[in-house]
């Protein structure tokens, strides 16, 4: 028989288990709900059914003198950052001149935890890093200076974007033009997207971003319709990183880092998102003319690339 000691431990024992269970559940829903909150009073955040964020009440003008914001590039040790390191360029912008082939970078502002995801690891780290010091908006790009997916040299799409418009819509796609990602790159659901280019390991980047969407966005209901100008280089505000909690961004590299996945899978998973992930838009798609005259000022009409028959048209503007 159990001596009343022994009974009194194991009762004692078993009371702090559930408490202890009871504290962990807790402690989760009010992370949660604090966060939503929180967001819900300074209007950065409103949840529906598939997470779509509101619009921010709150004003954060762009600064009126230099730096106008920080350009952070995610170059391969090969790649010439002059463009970025021309004394001219750095009058106006703080520069974040990221070699992923060099992950214990001297400069210990462009460390990354490891070399993998491409772009990613970069621009996650950079948010993580700096997440409670963010300058007014930050343009994320690759090293090169020309691309084929860049209607422009990068550093005239930098000087030229509209920070206005920055300011109003919070997150820009440095491309226009709607080939070969725009209007329905990736349907996680129903596997019949709308295909018009060379699209590199883009099924595979489907099914990754379908079987995976939980273990990176817990909590936000899966899109029927993934799609955005394509390839990784944008502009955000720091208010637009914002209507996500740090935690996010720790949790989007936490899976990058230990993804199984393919280099070149697991880095498109995040290109086909960035669009998503700062503006809670599934399908971010502005008419090339209207991206091309708002943001750039380039209003002149240009010959956009035209979607095969068969393909939604592209949108007229005006
Ligand atoms: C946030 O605001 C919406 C609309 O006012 C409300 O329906 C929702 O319950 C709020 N959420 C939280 C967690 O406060
Ligand atoms: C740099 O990293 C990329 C991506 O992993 C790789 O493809 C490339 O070969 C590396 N370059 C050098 C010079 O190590
Ligand atoms: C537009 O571009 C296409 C493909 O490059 C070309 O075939 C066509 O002639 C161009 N049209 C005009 C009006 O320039």
């Not at 418009?165 to 820009?172: D, F, H």
């Not at 199984?260 to 003319?289: M, N």
């Not at 380039?298 to 949108?315: H, V």
């Amino acid at each position: 028989m159990l001596s009343r000691t022994r009974v009194s431990a194991l009762l004692l024992v078993l009371l702090l288990c559930v408490t202890g269970l009871y504290f962990l559940e807790g402690n989760s829903r009010i992370v949660l709900d604090g966060f939503s909150q929180a967001a819900n009073k300074t209007g950065h955040y409103i949840k529906g059914g598939t997470s779509i964020f509101g619009l921010s009440t709150v004003k954060d003008e762009p600064p009126n003198f230099p730096p106008y914001g920080t350009v952070v590039a995610a170059a391969r040790g090969d790649e010439d950052l002059s463009w970025m390191k021309d004394a001219g360029f750095q009058k106006n912008w703080d520069v974040f001149p990221y070699n992923i082939n060099n992950t214990v970078n001297p400069d210990t502002r462009l460390q990354i935890p490891m070399n993998k995801g491409h772009e990613a690891m970069v621009y996650l780290s950079y948010i993580i890093n700096n997440y409670e010091n963010l300058p007014w908006c930050i343009f994320f790009t690759h090293g090169h200076y020309e691309s084929w997916h860049q209607e422009e040299p990068i550093p005239r799409l930098i000087n030229t974007l509209n920070r206005k418009a920055l300011a109003k819509e919070g997150y820009i796609s440095l491309r226009c033009d709607w080939y070969p990602t725009c209007p329905a790159e990736i349907r996680p659901w129903d596997h019949d997207a709308t295909v018009w280019g060379p699209g590199v390991k883009r099924k595979e980047t489907e099914n990754a971003i379908a079987g995976n969407w939980r273990q990176i966005f817990p909590g936000e209901g899966m899109p029927d319709t993934i799609s955005s100008q394509c390839c990784a280089q944008f502009a955000v505000t720091r208010q637009a990183i914002r209507r996500r909690p740090l935690d996010d961004y720790e949790r989007m590299r936490e899976w990058l880092i230990s993804s199984l996945l393919d280099d070149e899978v697991s880095g498109r998973v995040f290109e086909k998102l960035w669009a998503y992930i700062f503006t809670g838009k599934a399908v971010h798609c502005p008419p090339p003319q209207q991206c091309a005259c708002e943001h750039f000022g380039r209003c002149e009409p240009q010959n956009w690339t035209q979607p095969p028959d068969g393909l939604p048209a592209l949108p007229k503007w005006p």
